[in-house]
């Protein structure tokens, strides 16, 4: 299959708690998993990627696991600041790694 | 500046007729990807050329075509235009032929359709 299910569509955090976003791929030969984040008007952008050998990745307060036998890889922010407010996409590579599909999206505010 | 360019910005046209969006990719990349982000949407994969040739095809409709030229530039043509082809598109490029690194998104176009 082609989809990527991206959940919740919604999130609301107090600031300086975590946020976890999940999702789940379909294809089983999927092997690239990225995440980016849009900010309010802005194009999307790159905040972290994991490949398929790798099962967890850290940068500052960003994280990554990916389970490939459960076939899904979820997102981790921690101490959550004002900045981290805006929609977050996760996006697997299908196809034999010919097509990145991404996920409808994570709404996510910081509440002050 | 993501160093992918994409023309016009915003474009307001009417239904039934036809619209080129262009985009320019990063120095030195490969690959063109056009996505389409309707309101509240995800980001739909419609296609992907690679050094001039398709490589990928995604949710895209027999309405809309692209190409991409020698210079590595590539246009998008969305004809027969409806209400519901009313969204922001983005262009992205990236070095490689597979979408299995960072994609640098243009600032995207905006088609509105009356």
């Known amino acids: 299959g082609e989809n990527v299910e991206q959940h919740p569509s919604t999130l609301s955090v107090q600031e300086g708690d975590s946020a976890v976003i999940k999702c789940t791929y379909s294809?089983?030969?999927?092997?690239?998993f990225p995440w980016y984040k849009q900010e309010l008007g802005k194009r999307p952008q790159l905040i972290i990627d994991i490949r398929s050998n790798v099962g967890e990745k850290k940068d500052q307060r960003i994280a990554v696991t990916l389970n490939k036998t459960a076939k899904h890889f979820s997102l981790h922010i921690t101490e959550t600041q004002p900045e981290d407010s805006a929609v977050y996409f996760c996006?697997?590579?299908?196809?034999?790694?010919?097509?990145?599909?991404f996920g409808q999206g994570t709404r996510l505010t910081i509440n002050p | 500046d993501s160093g992918v360019t994409q023309t016009p910005k915003h474009l307001i046209t009417a239904t039934g007729q036809r619209v080129t969006l262009r985009c320019s990719p990063r120095s030195g990349d490969l690959s063109v990807y056009w996505y389409q982000q309707s309101l509240d949407q995800g980001l739909q994969f419609l296609i992907q050329?690679?050094?001039?040739?398709?490589?990928a095809k995604g949710n895209i409709l027999e309405r809309f075509s692209a190409q991409q030229f020698p210079d590595l530039h590539s246009e998008l043509n969305l004809s027969s235009l409806e209400l519901g082809d009313s969204a922001l598109y983005f262009c992205a490029s990236s070095v490689e032929g597979q979408p299995t690194g960072e994609l640098f998104f243009g600032e995207g176009s905006r088609l509105t359709v009356l």
């Open positions: 050329y690679y050094n001039g040739e398709e490589r």
């Open positions: 996006a697997a590579s299908i196809g034999g790694a010919q097509k990145l599909v």
């Open positions: 294809d089983s030969a999927s092997n690239y």
